[in-house]
């Protein structure tokens, strides 16, 4: 009798670890994406790029309004740049298309979208990775608050790679290497 009921608690928990999984991966599948086209501003190169490569812009349950798109000074140019995160085949990447073009594009931070998704509610899921750019002083508080890596001269703006809620890390471009920092914790 012991047996068997033991065997049916096995049998009962890795049913219910199929059926997580399973709808881990429906959120993953439902995450809300949006095509280039969606944003206003963004160069066209960049949105052919964008298109023809097969990406979307994934986008966190916090915010409604389209994001992960960004714009800024990435390498200290007076050129603006652009970073995308952009998604298929189940993973996303940060973007930078230097000067707004997609002729020089370098790839960052590539992930699985499943890693960034989690619990944002009484029984929901939800995706939550978002970019921003953040500046010098962004990336001094938090190395002071923090630690981490000693930043190089902060000369120009960076890319803030988030998990909503609760942490993130800043890509620092120096004109020679990309530096990962301590962003929030």
Known sequence: MGTAVLLLCIVSLSGARQIDQQ??????????????????????SVSRYLLRHGYTI?????RQEPHNVVRGRFDGDRLTDWAVLGSRGGSSEILVFWAGSASRVTRLARRANLGYVQTVGRDRLGYS????VVGRQYILDHYRAYGGPNPPSILHDAIDDAFVGKASEVNY??????????GAD
């Open 58 to 62: 994934p986008q966190s349950y916090d």
């Open 173 to 182: 471009y120096d004109g020679v290497r990309w530096h990962k920092l301590q």
């Open 23 to 44: 709808r881990w991966a429906r959120a993953e599948r439902e995450i809300r994406r949006l095509t280039p086209q969606t944003y206003r501003g963004l160069p066209r």
């Open 129 to 132: 990775r978002s970019i921003s």
